[in-house]
């Protein structure tokens, strides 16, 4: 391992302490700070230069060989199976309905393509967490109001000039 590379591989754990899909940090080409675009794509701010994440990768391949199945995807891309079943798992690719990935609904059990729920139980989970978002809202806007009137305790907490 060259210096350089060393260099690379210890800011590349400095800047992530959790590379789940292996981001592109530093250009191939010239060693500049890859840039997020979405989606899974980075761009070299020095030299212009495409990287892709796991999920870039993954996801570009689908969509140039729709109906491909895991481990066809995984064989091509490098990405492994679990990092795909993953990202499917948190709705962010939709493999095809052909192939071998099975995702049950973690509700009601049903099949399903993508994510963790299936589309009616989604739904009600999405209200269930909306609903806890306005409680803790509720929660924390009573919290502030205490604040105000909680006297030198709180003035000592919240120093401001
Ligand atoms: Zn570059
Ligand atoms: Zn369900």
Known sequence: MSD???????????LLDEDVYNRPTLCTDCGGIMVFKGVGEYKCEDCGSLGYDDYG?????????PGATMAEVAGATGVTQKSIREMVRESRLEIAASSNVFLRCEICGTTIRSGRFCAKCETAHHREIEER???????NLAGFGMEKSAGEDGAKRFKRE
């Open 4 to 14: 350089r590379e060393k260099k690379t591989e210890k800011l590349r754990k400095d």
């Open 57 to 65: 990768k993954a996801r570009n391949y689908i969509e140039m060989h």
């Open 133 to 139: 978002a306005r409680n803790a809202k509720n929660i």
